[in-house]
T-cell receptor, first 109, second 116 residues
Framework: GQQVMQIPQYQHVQEGEDFTTYCNSS?????IQWYKQRPGGHPVFLIQ?????EVKKQKRLTFQFGEAKKNSSLHITATQTTDVGTYFC?????????FGAGTILRVKS | NAGVMQNPRHLVRRRGQEARLRCSPM?????VYWYRQLPEEGLKFMVY????????ESGMPKERFSAEFPKEGPSILRIQQVVRGDSAAYFC??????????????FGDGTRLSIL
């Protein structure tokens, strides 16, 4: 079945440093969605990318979809303590979302 | 709050008992999804329902698990004869449709199920 691989599993950064998480698939993705889950919370939709090479920005967050639509990345510039949580990529595959394992971000102040 | 409502937030059951998890979708949403999340793992799809219909249950275990979304009332995920391995967070999500752009799934706060 569909599978999206996400790396790294964990990332500890100093406040103010940048952070990037990567999502990869062996097959072409129809689209990619990104979610953030705070500790003890629920996934919150951040963005959806559909077009090859698409780049979208939300304040300090930059989302990219690869030219071949097989990979995607989320980059956070100058992390803040409010950025802590787990970031998931997910592909909408038919009737369901197929989630990556997530990247846990910890920010040291 | 017009978001996805799940209850209970926390549920404790002994092995062999039944667990019932409830989910009311966002207003205007007719599509409901259930996902299971083990600690420090991603969410795994279980089932997708519309009113009175199970559309996709490819992620549901073959035994002990069932789901419904009746014409009236919330969607129910039912786990019979629970075992320790059923301990997880169960999230419900809803959307206006599927496979369409700009119709993301909105998640509830989840039910944390603990089996003693």
């Amino acid at each position: 079945g569909q599978q999206v691989m996400q790396i790294p599993q964990y990332q500890h950064v100093q406040e103010g440093e940048d952070f990037t998480t990567y999502c990869n698939s062996s097959t072409t993705l129809s689209n990619i969605q990104w979610y953030k889950q705070r500790p003890g919370g629920h996934p919150v939709f951040l963005i959806q990318l559909v077009k090859s090479g698409e780049v979208k920005k939300q304040k300090r967050l930059t989302f990219q979809f690869g030219e071949a639509k097989k990979n995607s990345s989320l980059h956070i510039t100058a992390t803040q303590t409010t950025d802590v949580g787990t970031y998931f990529c997910a592909e909408e595959y038919g009737n369901k979302l197929v989630f990556g394992a997530g990247t846990i971000l910890r920010v040291k102040s | 709050n017009a978001g996805v409502m799940q209850n209970p937030r926390h549920l404790v059951r002994r092995r062999g008992q039944e667990a019932r998890l409830r989910c009311s979708p966002m207003k205007g949403h007719s599509h409901v999804y259930w996902y299971r999340q083990l600690p420090e793992e991603g969410l795994k799809f279980m089932v997708y329902l519309q009113k009175e219909n199970i559309i996709d249950e490819s992620g549901m275990p073959k035994e002990r698990f069932s789901a419904e979304f009746p014409k009236e009332g919330p969607s129910i995920l039912r786990i019979q004869q629970v075992v320790r391995g059923d301990s997880a967070a169960y999230f419900c999500a809803s959307s206006q449709g599927t496979g369409a752009l700009n119709q993301p799934q909105h998640f509830g706060d989840g039910t944390r199920l603990s089996i003693l």
